[in-house]
């Protein structure tokens, strides 16, 4: 089947460096870290986390907060592209991905249980229980009735859910279609990371020599994709162009050194594109700052790439949000795109030099056309997505 | 339109003292959620080679797993862990509590690089996978999907383990696939 490019037509996003494009670009432009060593997690970790300004009102569990977030995100979406007016219910689908959404109602679900001095959490759970609660949700509030799904792929989740977005517009199965992802930090996710010491204590950074692990953050984004149709006024971001998934089938949380999983990622999001490597003018990698995954992923791009294409991380400054990453990610990379502009990590010791062509801050070889994304997830869960600038 | 078949179907209860298909190191460690995963898909290699060798393995049929709740019992574990105080907690725990982790098996197990996906949406997840694959092939942008859908439960002080699996195909892609087709979806 050949794929078409698909518009993004709406976006709404928060990350720790901004909620707004103009805000993300003047912090990246400025190298300055969404990353903080003040937090509400101080307790556990001793690292810098990215925390967010999610838009709540009221005094609410972390699970409502990103309920109300998606709320705003889909209203904000709705009010700029009219969505809600130009198609029917059952032409909107709805794709969320998220790991940690249900993670603090659960837990709440356990402390009452424990409190019971009971063993059975079953008797404890409720519909609120499981990530699907939020798309549940809502699709109560709003005329969505197309096809539509939670997916969980760790930390490529948003990004699976982008994938299947696109795969629902080009297949006929919806003409306008929500993606994207979020997650909120909390304890269970901290203090697991902390027990697989891939948290760096300082602010990390990604394809430097001095790296030495992750800085976990929260956020996400949320995003329109519609059916193209050549000639209309509505305003479009980019163009999601190809995606491309692939298992690495190796171990549940190290990456195959030899970066299979990786490479197979990105050339099916190459072939669904209808691209050869040479057509990427940057990619965006998954980056986190690990031993494991960098060398992973520089081993997969120098295999791929022949021709020098700029890589860069931009963990270093908006760091890990999990399940709600890719959404993050792709912000940054429309931003690229609008302002022909790449951003990188603040350190000058890269590593794997010779293999890969690190970006430099702001600096531009060509005009900036297509732009590759990475997100990897723990079962070796991985994802590429090819964003260009044109439908062409 | 192309057509969806269910060509292969069958489901699974395990109880602590099962006796495994293929036991191996990394099951030793499993969760009862990811054992019955692992067994179900041992049981239908097996039982289907004819459908596993020329589906999933010659088309890179993808997985969609399914699951209500993921892995309760080791957020359970883990959360206690950090309710006590007891740090650092579990690694080996904290990686088996993602709701992807039991796909992630079956593909390392079986050395399967097809992309895998895991849905959650409570009682509507495997609704959810089982509508979306069909959806893909009935469009034409997949040939076949493998949904496993997988859940945990505690009675009696014992957790139970329970899993379904679906393969769905167009019979129109593999030669000799038709005499497997079960019902038209």
Redesign the interface.
Known sequence: ?GYQPVPITGLSFVSSIGSTIDDMVKNLSTQKRGLSFQHRFKEFIKAPLGEVQFQTSGILTPQDVIANQLHFSITEIAKKTKVFERYKPEEIGFFFGT?TAE?YS??RQ??L??ADKK????NY?S?K?????L??TMKEFFPIKG????????CSSAA?AIA?GF??I????VKACFVGGFDILN??TI???????IHDNQYCVPFSIQRKGMNLSEGGGLFLLEKYKAGTNNQTHAFVKGVG?????????NSNPEG??AT??MINALNCAGFLPENIDYINAHGTGTQSNDASESTAVAKLFKTPTPISSTKAFHGHALGGSAAIELVVCIAALQNQKLWCGIFEDHEYGNTICHAKQGLLKKPLQNIMSNSF???????SLILGRTWK | MEKAYLVYKQSLEILPGHEFLENNQLLRRMTPLQKVSVEIFALFKKNADFIYNNVIQKLKTPIYFATKYGEIQTAMQLYSMILNKDFPISPIAFQHSVHNCASGYISILHGLHASHLTFSSGDSSFKNATELAISKIKSGTLSSVCVISADESRQLGEVKASAKICVIANPNHFEGLNSYCLKEL
Not at chain 1, 129 to 133: E, P, R, V
Not at chain 1, 377 to 383: A, D, L
């Open positions: 089947m790991s993670t659960l837990l356990i402390e249980m424990f063993t059975c959490l079953e759970l519909p229980n499981n990530h699907g609660f798309v549940e096809i539509n799904a939670t997916l969980t792929t760790a699976s299947e795969y629902a080009n297949s006929g199965l304890p269970l203090c697991g990371f902390n027990a697989l010491q998934g692939a298992s690495d089938a190796f171990h549940m949380i299979f999983g197979l990622s997830g723990f079962g070796g869960n991985n994802m």
